[in-house]
């Protein structure tokens, strides 16, 4: 793919053996100097995939050369160490530029003139309408869910960010979409770009193995904590709002625990790093999180995803369940749901193409008023699906 042995060394070292297809296919182009147009589910490898190019082609050079934006401080963070794993011992210096941090810290690493900058779309132009950073000589720019950062309303610092680089700069554009505002961003500052989609980047991996649980609420602590006596793997817990996060994690540890920890976006950046230092080293093995903060948990290894709160959206399960089978590893997908959250998985099945596998609580009752004949036709196997299962197919499992 054009790596240096000096990076194939280190990814060795890391114990990557073998790209996955995201990385076989932007690497080279990359090296080219192309713009790229990227499309790719989450936990792809993709971070691997732009940051291995800029290494390469800034290796033994000086100033700042290169800008990875990010959509959110945890996503930054955890850019940034992968950058550092690969770009310190090459003896390239890098900077995280993230909210809720001491801009004074990021003002004095930034006047060492780091060859990489990482950061967040409002810190970024921060430092840019401070004075503190110059992009004129930048040579890459990177958008690491371009879709999502426009979502967020940060069209303006974008464009702030980008008017700033040079027209000659190489730009890869990574986007879950590529419409609307994203197809104005890519179209206004892509030069021909390379189009890359390697499936439907909202879409769940196949190594994932996705299960419904149908209950009331008065059971979901009950069988939390069976499913958590089951796993003896890393395991995250989504629910809806931090402060659900906070109750569930206390009454986890007041069960016994205490290898429990919970993540909102209300906590202090250095407390947020340090719950997820904890988690991916394993010090803690339950994290409770919502769904703000865990977007930007881009951890390997985690086991079981469990939904304690159904999701509201499409794009919030598929993320969520991201966070297991990455990389082409296994993983497990739970998802607790009421009655009343019928029409949500109504929207999700049809998307997915399929039905989930469900089972159902053994003292659990269907309300009919709630449950009814009408809902169950709507759950019939949709005509978009590769695999045509009949409706008698899908049995519940009251076991």
Known sequence: ????????????????????????????????????????????????????????KLRGRKGTLGVIVCPVREIALQTH????????????????TIGGVNI???????????????????????????GNLWLDYVEMVILDEADRMLDMGFSKQLNQIMDATSKDRQTLFFSATVSGEAEKLANRYLKDPIRISLGSALSVADTITQELLWLNDCHKKRELLRLIEEETGSIIVFTSTKVDAQSLWRSLY???HHDASYLSSDKIQKHREQVLDEFKEGKTRILVATDVAGRGIHVDHIAHVINFDFPLGVEDYIHRVGRTGRNGQTGKATSFITPEESKQLIELEKYLGSPIPEKKVFDFELDPRIFTKAYQR????YRNHSRKKSRNSRSIDKS
């Open 1 to 56: 793919m054009g790596i240096g042995q000096e990076t194939i060394d280190l990814l060795e070292k890391e114990k990557f053996f073998s790209p996955t297809p995201v990385q076989e296919k932007t690497i080279p182009f990359s090296l080219e100097g192309k713009d790229l147009l990227v499309s790719a589910k989450t936990g792809s490898g993709k971070t691997a995939g732009f940051c291995l190019p800029l290494i390469e």
């Open 81 to 96: 160490e992968v950058v550092q794993t690969f770009a310190l011992p090459q003896g390239l210096q890098s900077v995280a």
């Open 104 to 130: 004074r810290q990021e003002e004095q690493a930034l006047r060492e003139y780091p060859q990489i900058i990482v950061g967040t779309p409002g810190r970024i132009a921060d430092h840019i309408e401070r």
């Open 254 to 256: 007041s069960r016994g």
């Open 378 to 381: 709507k759950r019939k196997p």
